[in-house]
C-alpha cells in the first residue's frame, strides 16, 4: 500500500506523485490521440480520447495499481494504421509523441527552476517549492523513458520500426506477438531498471542542476 500509506504519513508528496502520474499518463495518450488525429485517422477522437479530461485516459486497474504499488498505466490510445498516408512513418510519429509530452511537460515544470539557477535567484522559498515539483519532473521523466523502451507494447517498438530499413521493418514487426513476455522478463530481472533509471537521473540533473532526485 505505498500511496495509501505515503498518504498518511506525508500526503503532499503523496499528492504531488499521484497528480504528477495522472497528469502525466493524460497529456501521454491525448498526445497520441492529437497526432494521430492530425495525421487523418479519427480513431481517437471517435473514442472520446482527444481531450485532456483525466477519466478518459486512465485504466481503471492501473489506477488501483497507482494506489497500492504507486505505479499506474492508462488505457491505450488506439489508431488505425491503415487511414494514415504513411502507415511505417506516421506509426512512429504517433507513438513517439507520447513520450515527447512527458519531455515537455518536465522541462515547462523545470524552466523556473532554471531561470532562477543560472540567473543567481534562486532561494530557499524556490527550493521549497521545488521538493514537490521535482516529484512531478521525475515521474514525467520516467513515463517518457520507459515508454521509449522499443519492446511492445511500449511505443519504443513502432518508434524504432518507424526508423529501420524496409527489409528490416517486416523482420522486426514479426517480433512483436512476443514483446510482452520479453517486458515482463525485463521488469522482473530488473534489467529495465538498470538501464532507465541511469537515462533518467541524467535527464532529472539536466533540468535540476544542484537538486537532489526525489526517489
Known sequence: MLILSLLQTNPLVALAFIAGLVFGITIHEFSHALVAYRLGDPTAKLAGRLNLNPASHLDPIGTIALLVVGMGWGKPTPFDP?????????????????????????????????????????????????????????????????????????????????????????DFIQTERYGIFILVLLLFTGVIGRILFPIVSVLFNFLMPGFSAPF
Do not use: C, E, H
Not at 125 to 144: E, K, P, R, T
Open 82 to 170: 491503415f487511414n494514415l498516408r504513411n502507415i511505417k512513418r506516421d506509426s512512429a510519429l504517433i507513438s513517439v509523441a507520447g513520450a515527447l509530452s512527458n519531455f515537455l511537460f518536465a522541462s515547462i515544470m523545470a524552466t523556473p527552476y532554471l531561470i532562477a539557477y543560472y540567473t543567481g535567484a534562486l532561494n530557499q522559498s524556490i527550493i521549497d517549492v521545488y521538493q514537490i515539483a521535482a516529484i512531478a519532473i521525475w515521474i514525467n521523466l520516467i513515463l517518457g523513458v520507459f515508454n521509449l523502451t522499443p519492446v511492445s507494447p511500449l511505443d519504443g517498438f513502432k518508434v524504432l520500426a518507424g526508423l529501420l530499413p524496409r527489409d528490416w521493418y517486416y
